[in-house]
């Protein structure tokens, strides 16, 4: 049974780093899209990074040129560097993989927090 599981979430000054990580198990073959969401208390889910199997990656605005995000195939992990931290990045991050094109049916990690103070 494939497992998502994140690390790396905690309390941070703003302006500070983190590094998120996913690991999957369960599962031999690469994922095809691996990504990053978070929600925030109050707000909808929201999509925050993802990146290709080829390493092609997208990102949301807010994140743009902060947040970096990265995987490793052959550990079927994804990685997210989070630079210049700001409160308002205060959410519950979340991994999710998608485990081939056109699949519907996705994987999703458990959460980690991210907490940013001012």
């Known amino acids: 049974q494939v497992q998502l599981v994140e690390s790396g979430g905690g309390l941070v000054q703003a302006g500070g780093s983190l590094r998120l990580s996913c690991a999957a198990s369960?599962?031999?073959?690469?994922?095809?899209?691996m990504g990053w969401y978070r929600q925030a208390p109050g707000k909808q889910r929201e999509l925050v990074a993802t990146?290709?199997?080829?390493?092609?990656?997208n990102y949301a605005d807010f994140v743009k040129g902060r947040f970096t995000i990265s995987r490793d195939n052959a550990k079927n992990t994804v990685y997210l560097q989070m630079n210049s931290l700001k409160p308002e990045d205060t959410a519950v991050y979340y991994c999710?993989?998608?485990?081939?094109?056109?699949?519907?049916?996705?994987?999703w990690g458990q959460g980690t927090q991210v907490t940013v103070s001012s």
């Open positions: 369960g599962r031999t073959v690469s994922f095809n899209v």
């Open positions: 999710k993989a998608q485990p081939f094109i056109g699949s519907v049916a996705n994987y």
């Open positions: 990146i290709s199997s080829s390493g092609n990656t």
